[in-house]
């Protein structure tokens, strides 16, 4: 079977080489405008296929070029763009995607991360054909691994970097021999989520433990990871811990409240966190060294009333300044 495969990353790299061991043609490998690394292109290259990377997918010339590959089947692994009508139905077989969420649910953009700030218990794959809606196609596989209380965002990556071609394969497979079926997905809603922005990253010390410490594993490496500030300078969390069984009292959110030989402790609006590995700017991550009483965050209300000293000050001296202006 002649396949068209758009990608990006180890996911999408492994899945090339399983179905070309597996004798299927591939033509062309269609990467992101921005890869996220060389991985699927070096693959392409060993491999002598052809390397595309257009500006849009659903651009005429870019559907010439389809036409003029004539592929039996489109197969998409971590490819980022929304893919149009008509490269829908450029390939007789259709268009499947392999979608790290279990949809109906977690359709869209970081939803490995989502998942897991979301305090999932399990990370589903879903294979699925495209269609015109986001996420919405009919299901021909779907499967589920454990999410465990510890497991980090590098954890899932790797677990699904073994699973995903495997299912890839299996769905190429399946296709080829004619023996796929596809169900409508659920009538439930469902759930969608959008790309994280610049931003997103930062912790409010005032949320719960759960939620802190979730947030914290589900953007570690290699997202960017969870911020705070201490001393007006944006500090990394790389690891923390929790426990639910840790005692829960108010208390000041984001002030380091004890240390141990494996961190700092710090209030959150519920409990405490341990944080165990943290980055200051382009230094070495390290344990935290912070004093007990040591404040993390912002203290809105003090910032606030700081500026409002600031301008009292600023007027006075501008008003001192126009006094002392000669007429």
């Not at 990871?225 to 969390?237: C, D, E, F, S």
Request: glycine fraction near 8%.
């Amino acid at each position: 079977m002649r396949v068209l495969f758009f990608g990006d990353g180890l996911w999408a790299a492994h899945s090339l080489l399983r179905i070309i061991k597996d004798g299927h043609q591939v033509d062309a490998v269609v990467i992101r405008t921005s890869p996220s690394d060389r991985t699927l292109s070096d693959a392409a290259k060993d491999l002598n296929i052809e390397i595309l990377q257009p500006e849009s997918v659903n651009s005429t010339a870019f559907q010439n070029k389809i036409a003029s590959i004539s592929p039996d089947l489109n197969f998409s692994c971590s490819y980022d763009q929304i893919i149009g009508k008509i490269t829908i139905n450029s390939a007789p077989l259709g268009f499947v995607n392999v979608h790290a969420g279990k949809l109906p649910f977690y359709r869209g953009r970081n939803v490995i991360n989502w998942a897991i700030i979301n305090g999932e218990s399990e990370i589903g794959i879903t294979a699925h054909y495209i269609d015109e809606n986001i996420d919405t196609g009919n299901i021909i596989s779907q499967t589920t691994i454990p999410l465990s209380w510890t497991d980090t965002y590098s954890d899932v990556l790797q677990n699904l970097t073994d699973i995903i071609p495997r299912i890839t394969a299996e769905v190429i497979n399946s296709i080829s021999t004619g023996q796929v079926n596809s169900t409508p997905q659920s009538h439930l809603p469902g759930t969608y989520f959008c790309k994280r922005e610049d931003g997103d990253e930062w912790i409010d010390w005032a949320e719960s433990s759960v939620n802190i410490y979730n947030k914290i594993r589900g953007i570690t490496r290699p997202g960017p990871g969870a911020t705070t500030i201490h001393n007006r300078t944006p500090v990394i969390l790389w690891t923390a811990s929790y426990q639910l069984s840790w005692p829960k009292y108010r208390g000041t959110p984001g002030q380091v409240v004890g240390q141990n030989k494996d961190g700092c402790l710090v209030k959150t609006g519920d409990s405490t966190v341990l944080i165990r590995e943290v980055q200051i700017g382009s230094q070495t991550p390290q344990k935290p060294m912070w004093s007990i009483g040591t404040r993390l965050g912002l203290n809105t209300q003090g910032d606030i009333q700081s500026i409002l000293h600031r301008i009292c000050q600023l007027e006075q001296i501008v008003q001192n300044l126009s006094k002392d202006k000669p007429v």
